[in-house]
Structure formats: C-alpha cells, structure tokens
C-alpha cells in the first residue's frame, strides 16, 4: 500500500511564483490553482498512490515559539493574489480525491512525520512530496521523498525521482538520521533559526568525523580547527536549542485514521470547480479521464 503525503503550503507557493501571469476572463488570479491542480494530479500519474493527504501548516507549535521566540518572524507575508487561491485550493484538494489534514498551532512538516512513522509501521510505502529540511530526516526503509527537482534526478530526461536513504545521505554527506545535527550547527535562515558560523559542507564532514552532535559536543577540545572550536565552545547552547527546534514531533495522535486516507476523486464537483477557472486543456484532460472512470466502474458493475 502506497501512502503519499504532500506538503500543501510549499507546493501553493512553487505553482504560485512558478506560474507568474494567469488569471480568468473575470481577472481573478488562476497561476496557483493551475500549478498545485497539474501538480498533485501529475503526482497521481507518477506514484500511483491509493492513499494520500495533503497537510498545511495552522498556527505556530507552542514548544518552537517558547525556544525561539523569533522563530518564522522574518518569513514575509503571503501575497495578496495568492490568498484567495489558497482558499480555492484547499476546497479543491478533496475534489481532487485527496483528504486535508491540519491541526491548530502545528506544523504540516509534524503531522506528515506522524503519519509517515505510523504507517512504516504498517509496513506501507510512504512518498514525502516536500522541499522540507526537517522531513528529510524521515527518510529509511519505507520512506522516500518526490522530488522533480532538475538537480536531483538521475538523468536529464527523468519527469521525478524518488530520493532514499543513499540519494539522502549523498545530498547531505550524512544519513537521514544525523540531518537534524548538521541543522543544529547550520541554523536554517528560511524559518530564521540562528546558525553557529558554518557552512553545511564543514558542518556535515564534523558530524560524520565525531559520529553525531552529542560525541561533537562532548569533545569540542579534539575539533582541529580553531576557529570552528571557538565557534562550537561559544554557541554550545545555541547548538542545543537549534537542535530541539529541528527535531520533528511525531507522537502527536492522528486527526484521521490513514485508512480514511483512500484517494477518491469527485469528477462532477471538480469539472465544476475548473469550469470557474476557465482553464480549457487542463478541463478536457479531467473531463476525459472522469468519462474513462465512469465507463470503468460501469464495466465493474456488469461483472
């Protein structure tokens, strides 16, 4: 069984810049329900999952904010275009056959790393599709993340790949795993956590030297460089609080069971939704595929 999570806040903002000029014959902006609509269905061709949701931050997670009360703060406000489109697609998501998931003051990255661990448990196949720092640390056995990114696919012609543990660890000089202690030293300026002085490269070759933040920590004294040592010594603390930051709540209860999860989409209600969106090749596509399905299920009953 295949589990896809989708991390609905950073696929809004991609399809938004990505798509600068679309609008409708009302001059209402479309760039964003276009990209994220081709997107999450170019997904479903791709990956074939039976079970799928997509996650969207709500509110700030009460633990960050009390350790790093700046946390976020230099994130700019979403733009005005794109406010109404958020709307519109998060009314469009389940149409698209794919379920919403948020809870108050959390994180979407939190809530996709509970629903990750809980179905490898299940022994599912579980696709992170997200550009999230912090999931990579998720990455394993049963865990991979889609990505279409021209950097990370194995060859030119390749529309996505699937990164696991060993395109992971090549694109981080660490496993999964220790992710979370190279972020610790390197802060992350997207989500304005303070970094130490150091570059991910030289972060990264530290961890792997001493086997982990902790060892790191433990034996600043053994670090060859001095002015790294200084570093390390002088940020001790900010290191220790980088690295609660990072760390992923994952024990937090479900707000649906996965196997509520199943992806169905409602062809009539969609149709209708891209009708308002006057977007003429994207309706034939659904329009063509909605008729397929019809005549697919006729032929079942039939049986």
């Known amino acids: 069984m295949k589990l896809l999570l989708i991390d609905g806040h950073y696929y809004v903002y991609r399809s938004f810049f990505a798509i600068p000029n679309l609008s409708n014959s009302k001059g209402e902006p479309t760039n964003a329900i276009f990209g994220f609509t081709k997107t999450l269905r170019l997904m479903l061709k791709h990956l074939q999952p039976e079970l799928g949701a997509v996650f969207w931050d709500e509110g700030m997670p009460e633990r960050r904010v009390k350790l790093q009360p700046a946390y976020k703060e230099t994130r700019k406000e979403m733009p005005l275009p794109m406010v109404p489109q958020l709307d519109f697609i998060q009314k469009l998501t389940p149409l698209l056959g794919f379920k919403n998931v948020s809870l108050p003051n959390t994180e979407a990255d939190d809530l996709m790393g509970c629903y990750a661990i809980a179905a490898c448990k299940r022994d599912f196949d579980v696709v992170l599709a997200t550009n999230d720092k912090d999931l990579y640390q998720l990455v394993g056995p049963c865990v991979r993340v889609y990505t279409t990114a021209k950097a990370d696919l194995p060859a030119p012609k390749d529309a996505f790949t ?8 090549a694109k981080w000089d660490v496993p999964p795993k220790l992710i979370g202690d190279v972020l610790a030293l390197t802060g992350d300026s997207v989500d304005n956590i303070p970094g130490v002085g150091l570059g991910r490269k030289t ?26 040592r200084e570093k ?34 409602d062809y009539p209600a969609l149709i209708a939704a891209l009708e308002k969106c006057e977007f003429k090749s ?7 595929e909605a008729a397929r399905a019809t005549s697919g299920n006729q032929a079942e009953l039939k049986l």
């Open 162 to 169: 699937l990164l696991g543990e060993t395109e992971v660890t």
């Open 203 to 228: 972060a990264a070759a530290l961890i792997r030297e001493f086997g982990g933040l902790g060892p790191l920590l433990a034996k600043i004294d053994n670090v060859k460089n001095l002015r790294t």
């Open 232 to 265: 390390l010594q002088n940020a001790r603390e900010q290191i220790l609080q980088n690295r609660k930051m990072v760390e992923l709540d994952c024990d937090m209860a479900l707000p649906m069971p996965i196997d509520d999860l199943r992806i169905k989409p």
């Open 282 to 288: 994207l309706l034939q596509e659904v329009r063509e």
